[in-house]
C-alpha cells in the first residue's frame, strides 16, 4: 500500500530495481497485494531471469573477444543441446587450476597472443605469427592451423 501512496517501501524498490534493468519495463510487476503471493514473486523470478539471459545472450554474442565462444550449444539436463549463456561450462571443470585459468584466458581473449597484445599498437603486420610468420596470431590460428613449430604440430596430431 505504501508503494501505491508513492512512499519508500520495499516494494517501490524493488520495482524501480526491476524498471532499471535492460529492458525491465517489459516485465509485468505484481499488482498491489501480489507481493504477498509466493507463485505470483516465483513467476516474478522467472520472468527477471528470462529477461536477463536474453539481454547477457545479446552482449555475449555482439562481443568480438568471445569469438570462440559465439553459437555455442552445451547439452541440458534432458540431453537436448541448447544455446545457454549462464552455465557452468565444461571448460571450468578441468581439474588443475593452472590448466583450467590458462583455457578460460584463451577462450575469454585475455592471452598474450599477437592479436590480442598488438591490437591497438600496429597493423596486421605487427600481429604475424611468432611461429610461421604468415597469418595473424590467433587462438584458432595457433591452435589449428600454424605448421610453423613442429612441436605444436606434434602435440595437436596427438589431442586431435
Not at 605487427?126 to 604468415?134: L, T
Not at 584458432?140 to 596430431?157: A, I, K, Q
Amino acid at each position: 500500500e505504501l508503494d501505491q501512496r508513492g512512499y519508500p517501501s520495499w516494494a517501490a524498490s524493488l520495482r524501480r530495481a526491476v524498471m532499471a534493468l535492460e529492458g525491465g519495463a517489459d516485465i509485468p510487476f505484481p499488482a498491489q497485494g501480489e507481493l504477498l503471493d509466493e507463485a505470483r514473486v516465483v513467476r516474478l523470478e522467472a520472468d527477471i531471469r528470462r529477461r536477463m539471459d536474453r539481454y547477457l545472450m545479446a552482449k555475449f554474442e555482439s562481443t568480438e573477444r568471445l569469438s570462440l565462444l559465439h553459437g555455442r550449444r552445451e547439452e541440458d539436463r534432458t540431453g537436448e543441446e541448447v544455446q545457454q549463456v549462464r552455465k557452468l561450462r565444461q571448460y571450468l571443470r578441468v581439474y588443475n587450476p593452472g590448466h583450467r585459468k590458462a583455457l578460460a584466458r584463451m577462450l575469454l581473449s585475455d592471452h598474450r597472443l599477437a592479436s590480442r597484445v598488438r591490437r591497438y599498437t600496429g597493423g596486421e603486420a605487427e600481429q604475424q605469427c611468432r611461429f610461421c610468420k604468415g597469418a595473424v596470431e590467433s587462438v584458432v590460428h595457433v591452435w589449428l592451423e600454424c605448421e610453423g613449430r613442429e612441436d605444436l604440430v606434434e602435440m595437436r596430431v596427438g589431442y586431435v
